[in-house]
Every structure is written in C-alpha cells, then in structure tokens.
C-alpha cells in the first residue's frame, strides 16, 4: 500500500514479533510509516514456531493454518512456493483410549504448513523489517512511559541480557502480545486506558508439548509406526492432538511425533516440573498410539498463552486518545489467519 501525500509519516513502536506483530508492522511500514518491532524470544513467529533436533524438526506451536479470508490469501503469495497443503485434511477424531470414533470426512478446507518448518513463514515475513533494522530481538519491554523529552510521545525502557535501553520518540505504541501480558505490561506502566480495559475479559489457556523421534522406525517395508493416520485430535484426559511431524511436506522421513496436552491438564500442571510433564505425556501418548517404542530423542516445551477460550469479539483494541493499540489471535480466536487478520486490521486503523 502506498501512503497518501497527505498522511504524516509516524513513528511506531510494535511490542511481539508473532503474526499479529509482524503483520502490523509490515502493513504500517509499507503505509510510509517508520515502526521499530521489539521481541522478547530470539525468532520471530511467537507461537508458530519450530524445534530443531538432531532427528529432524517439530513444530511446537501452530501446527498448521487455514486460508479463509482473501487477504491472508494475498500476503501468502509475497511467499511463493514455501507453503504447501498437508496431507493430514482427514484428521482423524479419538477416544480416550486412541480408537477412532468416527470416520473422517472430506476436508471442506486446505491445511498448510510452511516448509522445511511452520517457522519459516514468519521469518520470511520479517525479513524486510530486519532489513531496515527495525526488528529488536532479545529485547523485552519492561515499561511504557512518557516520553522524556516530549511527553506528547511515548518512551519504552527495555532490557536486552544484562543491558537495559530506553527508545523514544513514539507516536503510537501497540502491543501484539498474549491478552495477559499485555495486560501486564500496561498495569506495570500504571496506563489502564479505557479502550484497553477490555483485555481482562479475555481468557486463554495453556499447553504442553511433546516431541518424540524414533529414527529406529526406518526399516525396510515399515512405511510408519504406530497409527496409520497423520493426525488426530483425542478425548485422553491429558492429549488433545497428535500429529505425525514426518507426514508433512518438506520435513525429513524420521519418524517424529508431536503431541499437545489439553488445556485443563496443561493449566492443572502448568508449574509442574517438565521431566515429569514428559513422563506423564509419553506414558499417555503410549496409550493413545499404541507405541511402546523407546524414542531416541524427547523433548518438551511449554506455552502459556497457546489457546484462547474467551475472545475479545472485536479484531483489535485502538484507544486513539492514549494511542495504544492491542491485537493478537486471541480478539477473534486462535487460529493463525486470526493473528494476522487482528494485526493488519489494527495497522489500518491507526495508519
């Protein structure tokens, strides 16, 4: 989008680096505006994201996304040919005790998946921001604030590793956080804005994730392990989603398995130590699958903010009196094109 002659160019600062993030910072800055994204993880992506291991690659968050909505649809095409459909559309429903309960239905949509790993999507998208060095990675903003030197702006005190930074000259600051620690960050500034209120009524869950290899399951004339379907989603008090990493497009053959917890389980052990989330994962996934197999390689990894269970109902939050802006998955559910769409509808907005 080209910007208008007459839109002033304005400075923005955008807190999370995750779809919703990215895809605000990348419509502002392609509106003419000068944006400065800071993230607290060393990749962007948030929760589309993927673990390397010496087996092959798991993608721990998101693990796959839907095309819904024509312009989702058209920021894929700046990628071309690095998203691919997955085989998986019939997946699968199970009970408690890994038997499948209903037949799969045709697919009424395409799932796809970034290839070599969902990972990948995000990293092309922040490509053009870090190349105009306005993406902060490793850096946390610790506090919203005036600006010193005019307080007409806005000025944010990060810390990056032992070093703390104070960026200023801000027109705008928007957050594309967790609806928590969003909510966080603005009670520890002492702003609570009317329009950004809301937050509090939003609600989201936990997850806990495991990732299995069993590269021993590549003999001759043992096609897979296990199942014979690629994904499901299961009943088990404990496991809510099972996907086979090696069935995507784009990934190593070594037979790899991803497993996500449920969310009440996950929020009943959300501090538990993680040997002992593994222990409990792997002894349920067991009993899901079937596979008694020893994997050589294990793994966990735990979000706090994977699943929202109460949306904001609206796209964004914009409070232009305090120009603080909020978006992120959670406003309209959790779904990858929900991020995005959240995003870019909050850029346009405030562009």
């Not at 700046?78 to 998986?88: D, I, N, Q, Y």
């Not at 070093?163 to 957050?175: E, I, M, Q, T």
């Not at 299961?234 to 070594?254: D, Q, Y």
């Not at 593994?278 to 699958?289: L, N």
Request: charged share 20%; net charge positive; with cysteine.
């Amino acid at each position: 989008m080209a910007r208008s002659h007459r839109t002033p160019r304005r400075q923005f600062a955008v807190i999370g680096a995750g779809m919703a993030g990215l895809a605000c910072a990348r419509t502002l800055q392609r509106a003419g505006h000068a944006v400065q994204v800071f993230e607290a993880a060393p990749e962007p992506g948030g929760r589309v994201a993927t673990h390397l291991s010496p087996f092959g690659s798991f993608d721990t968050g998101a693990q796959y996304f839907t095309v819904r909505d024509a312009r989702f649809a058209r920021a894929l095409e700046t990628v071309p040919g690095l998203c691919k459909p997955w085989s998986a559309n019939a997946i699968r429903v199970l009970d408690a005790h890994g038997r499948v309960t209903e037949a799969p239905l045709p697919a009424r949509e395409s799932h796809w998946v970034a290839a070599p790993g969902m990972d990948q999507l995000p990293a092309r998208w922040a490509q053009p921001l870090a190349g105009a060095c306005q993406l902060e990675m490793k850096t946390r903003v610790m506090r919203i604030e005036p600006d010193a030197l005019d307080p007409g702006q806005w000025q944010l005190r990060t810390e990056s590793g032992d070093a703390r930074h104070v960026y200023g000259g801000f027109d705008a600051v928007l957050l594309a956080l967790p609806a928590p620690q969003a909510a966080n960050l603005l009670n520890t500034s002492a702003l609570a804005p009317k329009g950004l209120r809301k937050l509090a009524g939003v609600e989201m869950a936990p997850c806990w994730t495991l990732m299995l290899a069993f590269p021993n399951a590549m003999q001759p004339g043992l096609v897979t392990l296990g199942p014979q379907w690629n994904a499901a989603r299961s009943t088990h008090h404990r496991v809510a989603w099972l996907a086979r990493e090696s069935s995507k497009p784009g990934r190593t053959p070594t037979e790899r398995w991803t497993v996500q917890a449920s969310a009440e389980w996950s929020r009943e052990h959300l501090l538990d130590d993680p040997a002992r989330i593994e222990a409990k994962m792997r002894k349920a996934f067991t009993e899901v699958t079937g596979i008694h197999a020893e994997p050589a390689f294990t793994a966990v990894r735990r979000w706090r903010h994977a699943r929202t269970l109460k949306p904001l109902g609206h796209t964004h939050l914009w409070d232009a009196r305090a120009r603080l802006g909020a978006c992120g998955d959670w406003c309209i559910g959790h779904r990858v094109e929900d991020a995005f769409l959240s995003g870019l509808e909050l850029a346009l907005a405030v562009a």
